[in-house]
């Protein structure tokens, strides 16, 4: 359902509600390196965070075009914000995976809010005990840590001393979760964009997390059948990141030009009858645009394949990445179009282009839209997999 359409899912009007109160905290969140107080308890008020949780579960289990709205419209009014929201319903997502009553548990709480990483699992060891694991790690990249309830963390089984091997020999790993009061953050989060987001690294040290509240982000089926959990939906998140910063990126020159005077030669003209300006706008447009209606499609169809299959095919989980990854670059050129037109106005901290700028290009440092994306999507398209060959993951 598009963000325009007569009638509107009751998150998307949510979040268009609160977009002029994100849009007006975003230097306090820039500043402060991360979400205040009373903007968490909003976006759990709301229903946000819990729009990937499954309905049995009292979440909302959107399907990934609404969820794509509501977090274009979040970034559009900060990508801070909009980055922390993806990571907090991208780890709800995993609720899916856990038992009823381990999920139930966690959700208990109205404002419970997760983060963590389902990345490499390089950062923690898992060691195989009677009930559980004992836990001992450190994880990078911990978006909203500061005020989650939960996290998660994947992590290497351990048997003794050795990794536990699966099929092809490779080690076997699951994805922790545990309270955040029993993490230690690390403040580690000095960065040049997506300040606000306070990812920081998180450790935790001979924590015991029980069996039931872990799972593996491969090989298991989830205790619930939605085609919302078919593939990695969460990851469509990225464009929609993408999205936001540039339309908000597009309205700020389009503000800027509208009255600012030109220099020079043409004293007295607007800087918007200049043709460069004029072509910059066009091809943001058309990138933005473009891009969106890529990705929106894309999704549709795999998750309507996923609807009526039961299960997505590996040609189909390629694709969807692509159209993530081939979406995101689009906006990055669009927002480098908009700060490069705007001349010595956009680097100016008063400027709202700087934000955008520099907030794009950190995002353009995950591994999920990263310069290695194509490769291996390429590679999946090839062999007829969709699957990482360094990592054994699927690429959806």
Known sequence: MAIGSATRHPLVEAALTLEPTIRACAEQV???????????????????????????????????VTYSDVLEI???????????????????????????????????????????????????????VDGGYRV???????????????????SVVYDGDAPRLGPNDAPVTRVMVFPQKDA??????????????????????????????????????AYHDGPLYKGRFFLVAHSSHALGIARAAIDALMELVATKRQSGGAVG?????????????????????????????????????????????????????????????????AVDLMYTAASGSSVYRRSPLQRYFRDMHTATQHSVVGPGGNELIGQALLSGGAVDRHTGRRLF
């Open 30 to 64: 820039e500043r402060d390196g991360r979400l205040p107080d009373d903007l968490v308890r909003a976006l759990s008020e709301s229903g946000i965070f819990r729009m990937l949780v499954p309905k049995a579960l009292g979440g909302g289990e959107v399907d990934p």
């Open 74 to 128: 979040l970034s559009r009014a900060d990508g801070s914000t909009g980055w922390v929201t993806m990571i907090a319903t991208g780890s709800s997502w995993g609720m899916a995976f856990l038992p009823g009553e381990s999920a139930a548990e966690i959700l208990r709480d109205p404002y419970t809010v997760m983060a963590g990483s389902f990345a490499l699992p390089s950062g923690g060891r898992a060691y195989a």
């Open 136 to 154: 001992t790690g450190r994880w990078p990249f911990g978006s909203g840590c500061q005020h989650a309830t939960w996290m998660v963390g994947h």
């Open 184 to 221: 230690t953050i690390i403040p580690t989060w000095d960065v040049i964009g997506m300040n606000g987001t306070g990812s920081h690294d998180y450790a935790v040290g001979d924590l015991f997390v029980p069996e039931r509240f872990t799972f593996a982000l491969d090989g298991e089926t």
């Open 269 to 333: 003209g607007l800087v918007r009858d200049r043709p460069h300006i004029q072509m910059a706008v066009a091809q943001a447009e058309a990138l933005v645009r473009g891009a969106r209606a890529y990705v929106r499609e894309t999704t549709r169809e795999v998750f309507e394949e996923a609807t009526t299959t039961g299960t997505i095919a590996p040609d189909s989980r390629a694709l969807v990445r692509l159209s993530i990854t081939s979406s995101f670059e689009s906006c990055r050129q």
